[in-house]
């Protein structure tokens, strides 16, 4: 059995990673069938498009502003990112976000298994211009 986790955080406190798709990550708790982060888009950022391999996602968001592209067969859609709604990404879906508030935006992610690595991410063309890096891009 997992330890809990107990963990406030405020605005300033550095992520404990860079999601491959660019967005802020703080690890949060984890278990043998999924895993849990808190995900920061900063103001007037454009995260880059993906594709999960293997795994789908829950998306409950906290704070904050923003659109979600979410495309798969023949479905494309943009939803709001508003606090308390809830949204889904189903392995092999393309998706993207952005930020379009004054403050960040804070979404809690649960991962289904948990998140493997950074190869579980495929780059993919998106409907908005990227505007963080990758990571291990450097800068």
């Not at 406190?13 to 999924?34: M, Q, V, W």
Request: proline share 10%.
């Amino acid at each position: 059995m997992s330890e809990p986790c107990i963990r406030s955080m405020g605005p300033a406190e550095a992520a404990d990673l860079l999601a491959p798709d660019g967005s802020e990550i703080r690890l949060l708790p984890k278990l043998d069938r999924g895993s849990m982060v808190h995900c920061r888009l900063p103001p007037g950022a454009v995260s880059r498009a993906i594709r999960h391999r293997t795994v789908e996602e829950l998306w409950y968001v906290l704070a904050g502003e923003g659109e979600l592209w979410r495309a798969g067969g023949d479905v494309e859609r943009v939803a709001a990112l508003r606090p308390h709604t809830a949204h889904t990404i189903p392995c092999g879906v393309r998706f993207q976000f952005r930020n379009t508030g004054l403050s960040p935006l804070d979404i809690v992610i649960v991962t289904m298994p948990p998140w493997p690595g950074e190869e579980e991410a495929e780059y993919v063309a998106g409907i908005w211009e990227p505007n963080v890096d990758r990571p291990g891009a450097g800068g």
